[in-house]
């Protein structure tokens, strides 16, 4: 893949990210964020959820949006959120959502994705969901984007998705397969409208300890995000937490309102801040936002 003109700087693409928070409440249209990448396991369903939980409770009309209804791991939370609500009585925030199936014939899934977004006036923000595989359907939500969002096991073998590594060398050889889908989104997207698609490869499941692997990752990451314009955020680390609240479909955000005396454990704080840490990382609202707005709630569908 050649270089393109809107490679830049990951400093530069950091700072242009934060003016998306103030840009969120006040654009007609919708903001959307895309969890994206070609290549499954890396907790971009997980991710997705806890984003679009945490932009409510600061008071922000979310949509969520599956495009792996095959597997449906973001449909299947939203459902056990919902359910928990109604078995427990807890008046806790849901998003809109709707799952999409590929198209059965070419062209109609950037029309199915287009009618649906069409479909979500007053929603402030909408998260989208997309396969761990190349798809029509995933290329059309990529191009849709605001801000594609690549969650990325710190391993060597999920690095491979982005971009091939010289063993010998140990240095960026080329860009791989999926950071070419990007940039056919962004081409996809300023044709459409103009717009822009910024990119942020997020650090997942990080390991606790300093490893030679992890610093290697680290060195290669920042290379290629010099080289091919995305910028990098850390994301969660390796936490049992994140997996024991998908049956009820909660997130770290409702733990405190749900906990009868407000009291935390220390992983649970610890996995707040790194989704506070995202956000900021992401140009998101970090707080609660003075609007009339208040958290919607509706069953899923």
């Known amino acids: 893949m050649t270089s393109h003109p809107l490679s830049r700087p990951l400093v530069t693409a950091r700072l242009k990210l934060r003016a998306f928070s103030t840009l969120v409440t006040m654009a007609a249209q919708p903001k959307v964020i895309v969890f994206g990448n070609e290549k499954g396991g890396t907790g971009k369903s997980t991710l997705a959820v806890h984003l679009a939980v945490a932009l409510m409770v600061r008071g922000l009309k979310v949509a969520t949006i599956d495009l792996d209804a095959g597997q449906g791991t973001l449909s299947r939370y939203v459902s056990n959120r919902v359910s928990f609500g109604q078995r427990s009585g807890q008046n806790i925030a849901h998003s809109i959502h709707m799952s999409i199936l590929p198209a059965a014939f070419q062209g109609a899934d950037e029309a199915e994705l287009?009618?649906?977004?069409?479909?979500?006036?007053?929603?402030?923000?909408?998260?989208?969901?997309?396969?761990?595989?190349?798809?029509?359907?995933?290329?059309?939500?990529?191009?849709?984007?605001?801000?594609?969002?690549?969650?990325?096991?710190?391993?060597?073998?999920?690095?491979?998705?982005?971009?091939?590594?010289?063993?010998?060398?140990?240095?960026?050889?080329?860009?791989?397969?999926?950071?070419?889908?990007?940039?056919?989104?962004?081409?996809?997207?300023?044709?459409?409208?103009?717009?822009?698609?910024?990119?942020?490869?997020?650090?997942?499941?990080?390991?606790?300890?300093?490893?030679?692997?992890?610093?290697?990752?680290?060195?290669?990451?920042?290379?290629?995000?010099?080289?091919?314009?995305?910028?990098?955020?850390?994301?969660?680390?390796?936490?049992?937490?994140?997996?024991?609240?998908?049956?009820?479909?909660?997130?770290?955000?409702?733990?405190?309102?749900?906990?009868?005396?407000?009291?935390?454990?220390?992983?649970h704080v610890a996995a707040r801040a790194e989704i506070h840490s995202l956000l900021q990382s992401l140009g998101l609202p970090d707080s609660p936002q003075k609007t009339s707005s208040k958290p919607h709630h509706a069953a899923a569908r």
């Open 114 to 267: 287009t009618k649906a977004l069409g479909n979500l006036a007053g929603v402030d923000v909408v998260v989208i969901d997309t396969p761990g595989h190349d798809s029509a359907l995933s290329l059309a939500g990529h191009s849709y984007a605001d801000i594609i969002v690549t969650p990325l096991n710190d391993s060597l073998i999920d690095l491979d998705v982005l971009a091939d590594v010289d063993p010998l060398k140990k240095t960026i050889a080329r860009p791989s397969r999926y950071a070419e889908r990007v940039w056919k989104a962004k081409q996809l997207r300023a044709r459409r409208d103009g717009g822009q698609v910024e990119w942020v490869v997020v650090r997942n499941r990080l390991g606790q300890l300093d490893a030679r692997n992890k610093r290697l990752v680290g060195e290669l990451l920042d290379a290629l995000a010099k080289r091919i314009g995305f910028g990098l955020a850390q994301g969660i680390a390796e936490r049992v937490i994140y997996r024991e609240m998908f049956l009820d479909g909660l997130t770290v955000e409702d733990l405190a309102v749900l906990s009868k005396d407000g009291h935390l454990a220390m992983s």
